[in-house]
């Protein structure tokens, strides 16, 4: 059956275990439960609190990555505030608690996406790709199943609909292995923030009136889209910067050249 998920091909032998990964997937963990809970009773002001404090935690969690993993976050955490504003205030998918975008939302997804990179690249994912792959894959299709199963007081077409589309990430995108990675967190800030009441999705969604659960079963899907455009996006915008980069070294230079002839004139 593993045979399957050979996209996630497992290291033999003794895969490295950087410390710094584990301490960044543990800490998002641990910052995601505790904000979510405070903020389910919290004011305005408590929001932005954590906003501020979350903003500072991703900024040192950045320090000790490179150029590209930065761009990465740098572009979750704007298409991810970009969709945030357009299906949760615009469309009405889902509704926070005061009916806005938490400013601890945006910093959030940057660590979100950050910890979906350092698990992706543990040493314990690297050596059990395929059996986590296959827990995920079994896992998450069992609660999609169950969602469209007519057994729960209310339906969860849409969930079933994004397990769909989370699978093509997992066995088409272009990184599965952070496609998976991005599963755990994903549905552990989701369940504790719909259970805590930090935020809840609609019981039918806008555009085609599917039942949708609280939250739907494939929801990492969205998450998934987030990650792809990252990946996708750091290589264009980093080739962007270099050349601009360039462009201004080579006008310093030349200016400089400019300003030694005339001088000498």
């Known amino acids: 059956m593993l045979n399957i998920f050979h996209r996630f091909p497992e290291v033999t032998g003794d895969p490295v275990h950087r410390k710094r990964d584990y301490f960044i997937a543990a800490f998002t963990f641990f910052c995601v439960a505790v904000s979510l809970v405070i903020d389910a009773h919290g004011t305005l002001l408590l929001q932005n609190v954590l906003g501020v404090i979350a903003w500072i935690f991703l900024i040192v969690l950045l320090r000790g990555e490179n150029r590209e993993i930065r761009m990465q976050v740098v572009i979750a955490v704007a298409f991810a505030t970009a969709g945030e504003h357009f299906a949760s205030v615009y469309m009405g998918g889902y509704t926070y608690r005061l ?49 469209i199963s007519g057994l729960p007081e209310h339906g969860d077409q849409v969930g079933a609909l994004l397990y769909v589309v989370f699978l093509i990430y997992l066995f088409k995108g272009r990184s599965p292995m952070v496609y998976l990675a991005a599963f755990f967190i994903t549905t552990w800030l989701e369940l504790i923030g719909t259970a805590a009441g930090t935020w809840r999705w609609a019981t039918l969604e806008p555009i085609f009136e599917l039942t949708q659960g609280n939250p739907p079963s494939g929801v990492s899907a969205w998450y998934c889209l987030v990650d792809a455009v990252a990946i996708s996006g750091a290589p264009v915008f980093l080739n962007v910067f270099n050349r601009m980069s360039s462009l201004f070294k080579w006008l310093k230079t030349n200016g400089i050249s400019l300003k030694v002839i005339l001088s000498r004139k």
């Open 99 to 147: 009916e806005n975008v938490p400013l601890y939302v945006p910093p959030g997804h940057g660590m979100v996406y950050l910890t979906a990179v350092a698990l992706a690249r543990s040493g314990f994912f690297l050596q059990h790709a395929r059996k986590i792959a296959a827990f995920v894959v079994i896992s998450c299709g069992l609660w999609s199943a169950w969602g």
